[in-house]
Each structure stands twice: as C-alpha cells, then as structure tokens.
C-alpha cells in the first residue's frame, strides 16, 4: 500500500514539474518574441515578466525557472 501511495506521489511530482515547465517555457518564448519581430533584452526581463506563485504546487517553478535560464538560455 505505501508502494502505491509513493508510486502517486512521484507521479503527481512529475506532472507538477512538466506543468510548471511547459508554462515556464512559454512565458520565456513570448518574453522573446516580440509582435514586430524582434526581441527584448534579458535586461528588461524583470521589468516585463512577474509570474505569481498562490500555492505550494506551483513552487517546482523557481528552481525549474532557473533550469531553463541557466540551461536553455545561457545564464549559467
């Protein structure tokens, strides 16, 4: 029984994360695209993006915010 309550729980962990990611990936791919086709500046990505955390769910999101700058963006 503790078998499968944990099996849930990493499952639950595992689409929490994928949610925050694919929201967190698009938040960025909209920060870079802007509608007359060029782009900001990383400067002006605090000035333009706020993302609101009501939840303990949603907090995957920090580090996996960082992931994806460091990673995908080249911040690290």
């Known amino acids: 029984m503790a078998t499968l309550?944990?099996?849930k729980m990493k499952?639950?962990?595992s689409f929490i994360l994928e949610l925050s990611s694919?929201?967190?990936q698009?938040?960025?791919l909209r920060f870079k695209e802007k509608?007359?086709?060029s782009s900001w500046?990383?400067?002006?990505?605090l000035s333009k993006v706020v993302v609101q955390l009501n939840d303990t769910h949603?907090?995957?999101a920090i580090p996996e915010s960082m992931r994806l700058l460091m990673n995908d963006e080249g911040f690290g």
């Open 5 to 7: 309550m944990m099996d």
């Open 35 to 37: 509608k007359d086709g």
């Open 58 to 60: 949603p907090i995957p």
């Open 26 to 28: 698009g938040i960025i």
């Open 11 to 13: 499952l639950l962990h």
């Open 22 to 24: 694919a929201s967190l």
């Open 41 to 45: 500046q990383w400067s002006e990505f």
